[in-house]
């Protein structure tokens, strides 16, 4: 069986085996998040204006520790390995199947374009939150993103420019 290859100018990825060890890492996330010595990380979303209720919803997560992971086995092309920083992370989930990752950290600033980064093999955007609702909110971050897209996920969509995030690489 042909592997499903999604391929950007020279580099190339194993669509499957990059979903499989994006969720793998979603979870394991979304697990130390809701687990033991989270304080630091819940309170940062609350006071980014997220809510409990809302933070489990959208499956957010958080990796404590800074960590490479080799690309051959993320099923990106290439023989060398990206680094995946500290931080609360987003999987970005269309019909059950996440497409995307990226990780915001937690001591960027707001106005900081590195504050919010992209795993390579990610879906570049825009992402699209509420993707059925009429009206539509334009807005440059993740993190605002969330929180108007909380305020009401029923009524509007949020479309997220990613144009000033930054893909990781080693």
């Not at 190339?12 to 793998?24: F, N, P, S």
């Not at 999987?91 to 106005?111: A, N, Q, R």
């Amino acid at each position: 069986m042909k592997p499903d290859l999604n391929c950007e100018s020279i580099s190339c990825v194993d669509a499957k085996t990059w979903e499989r060890k994006a969720r793998a890492f979603a979870i394991r996330s979304r697990d130390h998040l809701w687990g033991k010595n989270n304080e630091d990380p819940l309170s940062f979303l609350y006071l980014k204006g997220l809510n409990l209720k809302f933070i489990g919803k959208m499956s957010l997560g958080w990796n404590k520790f800074g960590h490479n992971r080799p690309c051959e086995g993320w099923g990106l092309s290439g023989k060398g390995s990206f680094f995946i920083p500290s931080g609360i992370v987003f999987p970005y989930i269309v019909g059950k199947k996440i497409t995307g990752m990226f990780i915001i950290s937690m001591k960027g600033t707001d106005s900081d374009p590195s504050s919010e980064l992209i795993l390579p093999g990610s879906f570049k955007g825009p992402l699209i939150l509420g993707p059925g609702n009429p009206e539509v909110k334009n807005v440059t971050g993740i993190m605002e993103g969330l929180k108007i897209f909380q305020e009401n996920p029923d009524e509007f969509r949020v479309n997220i420019d990613l144009t000033k995030n930054l893909i990781l690489s080693d």
